[in-house]
C-alpha cells in the first residue's frame, strides 16, 4: 500500500501515531539505543469524522490526552470544520500506522482502556526507561526481568502494546508479554507484520 501524506480527517479511532522528536535529548538516546528513527508512539482516541483529534500517550508527567491538530501538526480549518491548510511541525516528524483487521468494537475497546488508563492518571515508568535503555546498550534485553512490569506505570510504546494486546491478541515483538516493547518494535511490526501498515506519513527517515 502507498503510504499517503498527513490527513487528519482520515485518521481512525485505533490508530497508532509513530513520533520522531527532533531537538530532544531524552529522544535522542532512546533512538540511539534502539537503533530506530522512532523514539514515542500515541494512540488516537477520536471518532474519525471528530476534531480535533485527540492522543492518548504516556509522556513524562503521565498518561495524558493531547489534541493532535495543535501538537502534531498545525491545521487551519475553515467552515463545518473543512481542511483549509496542513502545516508540519518544526519539531516531529510522525507517521500512522493502522491494525487492518479490527472492527469497530475493538477500536473502541483499545482506545478506551487508554482512555481510562489517562482518567486514572496512572503515571511514567521512569525504571523501565532507564533499565530498558541499559539492556539495549549491553544486548541484555532477552533477560529482562518480569518485576519491571509495573500495571500502574507505563512507558509510551508499554502502554499501546498493553491496550492492542488485552483487546486484539496484537504482539508488537517478542517481549510483548513483558512489558517491553519500545516504538522500534512498533515500527518494526508495522513495517513487516501482514496485520499492520503505515497508512500516512511525514517522516524523513534520514535526518
Known amino acids: 500500500m502507498t503510504v499517503k501524506p498527513i490527513d487528519p480527517d482520515k485518521i481512525e479511532r485505533g490508530d497508532i501515531l509513530l513520533v520522531h522528536t527532533k531537538r530532544s535529548f531524552i529522544s535522542f538516546l532512546i533512538r540511539k539505543f534502539t537503533k530506530s528513527y522512532w523514539n514515542h508512539v500515541g494512540i488516537f482516541v477520536s471518532k474519525k469524522d471528530q476534531w480535533l483529534k485527540w492522543v492518548i500517550e504516556a509522556l513524562l508527567e503521565g498518561i495524558v490526552g493531547r489534541p493532535f491538530e495543535l ?34 468494537q475493538q477500536r473502541k475497546q483499545i482506545s478506551g482502556k487508554a482512555y481510562q488508563w489517562a482518567l486514572e492518571e496512572r503515571g511514567y515508568d521512569f525504571l523501565l526507561l532507564i533499565l530498558g535503555m541499559l539492556l539495549h546498550l549491553l544486548t541484555f534485553r532477552k533477560f529482562r526481568p518480569r518485576w519491571l512490569n509495573i500495571k500502574s506505570r507505563f512507558i509510551c510504546s508499554e502502554l499501546i502494546s498493553a491496550a492492542f494486546n ?10 510483548t508479554a513483558s512489558g517491553f516493547v519500545t516504538p522500534a518494535d512498533i515500527a518494526f511490526c508495522a513495517q513487516t507484520k501482514d496485520e499492520l501498515e503505515i497508512i500516512m506519513s511525514n517522516a524523513k527517515e534520514k535526518d
Open 71 to 104: 501538537k502534531y501538526l498545525k491545521v487551519i480549518r475553515g467552515d463545518r470544520g473543512r481542511i483549509l491548510q496542513i502545516n508540519p511541525s518544526k519539531k516531529f516528524h510522525i507517521a500512522i500506522v493502522r491494525a487492518k483487521n479490527l472492527n469497530y
Open 166 to 175: 488485552e483487546v486484539a491478541g496484537i504482539v508488537f515483538g517478542k517481549y
